[in-house]
């Protein structure tokens, strides 16, 4: 067996804090220690940031064009080889037009294949309702076989995507658009996937948050604990298979639980909390998010406020579950 | 030693006849089914599975295996047929055709022995069979990939991303074979949207092109056994066909695209086949 190389030093640098960029960068080092791995692009190339892994594995690249059906249907067709494919692209793309090929190629026929999909959510604001992705946990997450994961940064985007060495079936990896997106997990942290990781301790009321909302419910918290408040940050990072220890012992040790995502409000990480806690232990709930609504077209941090996705609406939620109010305008 | 030519043909017509039996045996047991695409396919299965392909019943997984990936998925009963005729499953499968647990339903399954692909929602073969090649190509394999399209199957715009894909790659070792029996579920393939010139198209996308009857198992053979038509370019061996060739009542219609099956019709078909 190969060695597995150590993590390039410089894989931060280049990432610059996009987890879009931390995807390509660790597929250097899974291919390093990996003959079978094969990565796909569908025109992506600068957006996965692959430019190195396509000088150095240039005989195990596959460039298919402007084609997301294709690049499902290949990378099924490489998987059944016995090679292990990465397909670099656009959340909204690969998930909404693609979705019959990941179906039917990838999940029914069950074949390891990872999505790595950069612009998720609306971290392409100025691009408009075309290019924003706020149904693909929705659609993903309803699929048998699928592992789906929502790294919170850079560094976790790249542990996660070094974790899928160890995942035998399909995976969707969502990542983040061309915005920096601030650092909350530790460095060096490990990554278990289905295992949801405490930022912040607290048993008042828990916040299950994944993606670049983990580092708004952080804020929050820390903002009320100033208040008294003791609000427990969950880092939900794998949506599926859910952390059903971590969700069952938040609702049952805090007064209620407030989700936050940038997905729409059906069928993301709020809706696969719900329907947990529905039937297993009900519990009062806010859920942070898209609602049902196509997002305005703007920056992504000002399109995120304006529908909710903030920290200051994450700690308002927190505070209308408890009933506590408000604190006093400084 | 290789076995004469005539024998060889005698001995494909005779798979080819069985392949028909069993598809009428198959759809008796579900209670209907696409008998016209299954029948049309019948004598192109036949050359492949008892000819060209290099493949181990006994050992399906076998990594060096060619690969057949039937992209035409409702055609299921010919491809349960031909495999239990080679070998790879146990022939009276075809008897828990749509069965409660059956790996043998309307649409191929990857679990069934033998079958390379979950398929059935039309243009998807085509593209993993382009993955397959590629794959053979980057581990150095020498595996050949075929993969069986219906002509009403590319109305689907993905298989001409697959098309362009596999000829910008040169994937000598892919063939498309387009079953072209004319007619799909509602009507004449050319009334509900035209796709010709057909050859021109695939011609069109780098691919490299032969016609012959589908029927003619001599013109099977000799094109099965020339691909790749050219060195460095994707084979597309378009087949004209009869959809439900056979039997004559489910010839040339759309009405036998799918279709219930009771016991008379199936001893009325039976017997056109020369079956008890």
New interface residues.
Partial sequence: MTAVAASPPDWRARSANQTRLAFGQALLELAAGDPRV?VLSADTQDLLGIRSYIDRHA??F?E??I?E??A????????????R?YVCCYAPFITARSM??VR??VA???QRVVMGAAASGISLGVAGGTHHALEDLALMRSLPRMTVIVPADVEEAYRATLATRDIDGPVYLRLGGRVDEPSVTPPGAPFRVGRAVELRPGDDVAVIACGALVEMAVRAADALRAEGIAARVLNMHTIKPLDREAVLAAAAETRGIVTAEEHHLTGGLGGAVAELLAVERPTRMRMVGMPDAFAMVGPTGRVRARYGMSAEAIAAACRDLIGASSPAPR | MTEGREILIKRLEAEALQIRRNVWRAVKAGGSGHVGGSCSAADLLAALYFHRLRVRPGEPQW?ERD?FVLSKGHANAALGAVLAQAGFIDEALLDRFYDLESPFGMHPD?KMPGV??????L??G???????????R??R?AFHTFVMLGDGELHEG?NW??A??AA??GLAGLTAIVDANKISQSGPVAAIVGIEPLADKWRAFGWSVREIDGHDLGQVVDALDAVPFEPGRPSALIAHTVKGKGVSFAENTYVWHTNAVTEEIYVKALGELGGR
């Fill in positions: 094969v005989d195990r596959v298919v064009g084609a059906q294709n499902i249907g290949v990378a099924a067709g490489l998987a059944t080889t016995g090679l494919p019959e090929q039917n190629d029914y026929a069950n | 990594p690969r990857i390379e692909m979950c398929t059935g929602g243009g998807h085509l593209a993993v069979g382009v993955g397959m090649a590629l794959g053979a980057i581990q394999m993905s991303e697959a362009m894909a910008h790659y």
